[in-house]
């Protein structure tokens, strides 16, 4: 399992020891990645059996839970980092948003409008919309670096990424304001 090159990309910005939130971890790949560098993880999916092998590790705090019915599990909490690949269920991007500390990190990168002509995912619930990561942080979080691209490795695919931090001492709002 190897770590999104974008998020290796920016994982050296997130404050050292740090807390890193990884939604719909999936097999761990990025649990994994930030726990071997030290990070405090905490990892939710709605099955965690691929990631059963950490459990005993003292850093990470494993969350089973539903993230699409179920409430956020994390409205009082904030990390250094959060991160999402290959992922997206819009009712959760504020909430994504408002869960990175003040000088944290958002890590987010899945499939855009397009990747359709590829294969799954190809529902237009589960691709973005063009500048639609930049929507979500405006006005809330500094851009660091944004795509919206066509990518080859690992496999043929359009793909939004952001990598956006919050300001010192910024205060999250939520909800986002959305002007008419």
């Not at 020891?17 to 939604?23: K, Q």
């Not at 092998?53 to 969350?63: G, M, N």
């Not at 987010?108 to 990561?133: C, Q, V």
């Amino acid at each position: 399992m190897i770590a999104s090159e974008w998020v290796v990309r920016f994982a050296p910005l997130v404050k050292p020891s740090g807390s890193v939130l990884d939604i719909a971890c999936g097999k761990g790949r990025h649990t994994r990645y930030f726990l071997g560098r030290g990070h405090e993880v905490a990892a939710v999916d709605i099955d965690l059996s691929k990631v059963a092998d950490l459990e005993t590790s003292a850093r990470l705090r494993l969350i089973e839970t539903d993230i699409e019915r179920d409430p956020w599990p994390f409205s009082d909490f904030r990390f250094d980092a959060v991160v999402v690949t290959n992922f997206l269920h819009r009712p959760l991007l504020d909430h994504l948003v408002q869960a990175v500390a003040p000088e944290g990190l958002l890590i987010y990168e899945t499939y855009a409008r397009g990747n359709e002509r590829w294969g799954r995912p190809s529902n237009p619930d589960f691709l973005l919309l063009p500048g639609e990561l930049l929507e979500v942080v405006r006005g809330r979080l500094h851009v660091i670096a944004y795509e919206d691209v066509t990518v080859t490795e690992p496999r043929p695919a359009a793909v939004q990424r952001i990598c956006a931090i919050a300001p010192p001492g910024w205060q999250a709002t939520f909800p986002r304001q959305v002007d008419g």
